[in-house]
């Protein structure tokens, strides 16, 4: 009997760190491609013939759909399973960046960013859940301490692994090596990732709350981006759109019995200061991994040839 409990145990335990490893591997995908393209705009400029204010875009566009999905996917994992939403997230993540190295021009790109985007934020929405799920409370700190490692070694990787593949294949490449890294994930997923009843079945969906969010979300962010470059009636009005149905959703938020997001987590003054320290490092990194290739492309430019 002994020796069946340990066996048991063990396989537990060989299991979990395989769902911790089906875990990381997209994750780190997710969060590399948020950095990896990075290196590689100044020479899809050069290759798609677009300005610095349209070639931000490729990279912009792929954070912003991103964060205004995460709510909706994380609230569908809760209320369907995570590990399915996590899986669809890798596939649609894997199809989307097939579609970025099929693409031929900058308005397909960005598109096919968008959809990386979507299901990148199917996969990160509902990692740390599956993670939380899969092993006891004793080992759990570790688990997410080794999922946050990776998340902070993707966007270190980034621009080192996009300079080398950019430096001897075509710009292409830095999209399609997510596509096989993607596949292997959802094979290991199919056979690791638990099958668990969703902790809110039964509940509703906030449609409402999500029909307010996302749009209001990309409404605000991408209006405020067009308006680096040309401040136009159109986006000064997007940007008003999008502000009014983020309060909207905040109001609607506090009345609803289900909401995407638990306001009153924001009255714990602890938490509320670590998302605005959070918020301003991610914004520092975010400029910094932006615009760095471009400045060194300058000076390299600038630069006299020495004989």
């Not at 395989?18 to 997209?26: D, N, Y």
């Not at 990896?36 to 705009?41: F, S, T």
């Not at 693409?103 to 096919?112: D, E, H, Q, R, W």
Request: charged letters at 10%; a neutral charge.
């Amino acid at each position: 009997m002994g020796d069946m409990r340990s066996g048991a145990a063990s396989a537990g335990s060989s299991n979990k760190w395989a769902i911790l490893l089906t875990v990381l591997i997209m994750t780190f995908m997710a969060t590399l491609d948020s950095s990896i393209v990075n290196v590689a705009l100044p020479v899809m400029q050069k290759a798609l013939g677009a300005g610095l204010d349209q070639i931000q875009w490729i990279s912009s566009v792929y954070l912003l759909t991103m964060c205004a999905f995460l709510l909706v996917f994380g609230r569908l994992g809760d209320l369907y399973g995570k590990v399915r939403y996590f899986e669809i997230g890798v596939v649609i993540f894997s199809i989307g960046s097939l579609m970025c190295g099929m693409s031929t021009s900058l308005p397909a790109l960005v598109a096919s960013r968008a959809v990386q985007g979507i299901g990148g934020a199917s996969a990160m929405a509902n990692n740390m859940g599956i993670i939380t799920e899969a092993f006891p409370a004793r080992e759990r700190g570790r688990a997410l301490g080794l999922l946050a490692s990776f998340v902070a070694l993707g966007m270190m990787c980034g621009p080192v692994l996009g300079g080398f593949i950019v430096s001897m294949f075509p710009w292409e490449g830095i999209f399609l090596i997510n596509v096989p890294v993607g596949i292997l994930s959802l094979v290991i997923g199919h056979f690791t990732l638990p099958r668990s009843t969703p902790e809110c079945a039964g509940q509703s969906m906030d449609v409402k709350g999500a029909v307010l969010l996302v749009p209001g979300m990309l409404l605000t962010f991408l209006s405020v981006t067009m308006m680096q470059g040309n401040a136009s009636p159109a986006a000064a009005l997007a940007l008003v759109a999008g502000v009014l149905m983020l309060v909207f959703f905040g109001l609607h938020e506090r009345r609803v019995e289900h909401p995407l997001v638990n306001l009153a987590i924001f009255s714990d003054c602890h938490f509320a200061v670590n998302v605005v320290c959070l918020f301003i490092s991610f914004v520092a990194i975010g400029v910094y991994e932006l615009m760095t290739p471009f400045y060194l492309s300058l000076i390299h430019i600038s630069e006299p040839t020495r004989p």
